[in-house]
């Protein structure tokens, strides 16, 4: 079983203050902002009123295909339509877990020309490939974050469900873990309708 860290959009919020102070106080003065897809959608948009920057761009990437289960390659999946030559360009994610997406798009953007280019995270893992520029905090747990709530769950369900465990008791372990009732309810709801 994955052991994992529910967290809070409250936390989250927190979190993106904590990093955009540290943003501030670097003098790294961005020209624009690209979040990474799907996961520092929300972050960077939090980011980019903390910080006052309304150019706010994204770029999509993939990676994982369910829970710790990862593709051998990151692919674009929505390519970046800004010009980013002689800009100071901030990519921003939820994570630096294997670290692989991050340095796949920092890679990809540096062959761009920007002026200058810049990484944060919310969080860092230190098996992490890169290690962001900014980051807030330094984790090694498998962290649930609000916008990925039902995703996690519904995957998490399928696979502990083929490990032999009841429906009954995978909700309850996803409930003692914090998860909201209402997500739990609609995994609940999807799971019987799969059936």
């Known amino acids: ?6 967290l809070t959009l409250e936390q989250i919020w927190d979190d993106c203050l904590k990093l955009a102070k540290k ?27 903390m910080l006052r920057l309304s150019m706010l761009r994204v770029i999509g990437v993939e990676f994982y295909k369910g829970i710790n289960t990862r593709a051998k390659q990151p692919r674009i999946t929505q390519d970046l339509i800004e010009n980013v030559a002689k800009k100071r360009v901030l990519v921003i994610d939820d994570v630096a877990d294997t670290g692989a997406s991050l340095a796949f798009i920092k890679e990809y953007l540096l062959r761009k020309k920007p002026v200058a280019l810049k990484t944060a995270t919310l969080h860092y893992k230190p098996k992490s ?67």
């Open 129 to 195: 490939a890169i290690k962001p520029d900014f980051y807030v905090l330094e984790t090694t747990d498998w962290l649930v974050y609000p916008w990925e709530y039902f995703e996690f769950s519904y995957t998490y369900v399928q696979e502990e469900l083929e490990r032999g465990k009841t429906l009954q008791e995978i909700l309850a372990n996803l409930e003692e873990n914090l998860l909201p009732n209402k997500v739990l309810e609609k995994v609940k709801e999807e799971m019987e309708n799969s059936n």
């Open 23 to 49: 943003i501030d106080e670097s003098k790294f003065s961005p020209d624009i902002l690209i979040c990474i897809s799907r996961g520092g959608l929300v972050v960077g948009r939090f980011l980019s009123d």
């Open 1 to 6: 079983m994955v052991a994992f860290q529910v």
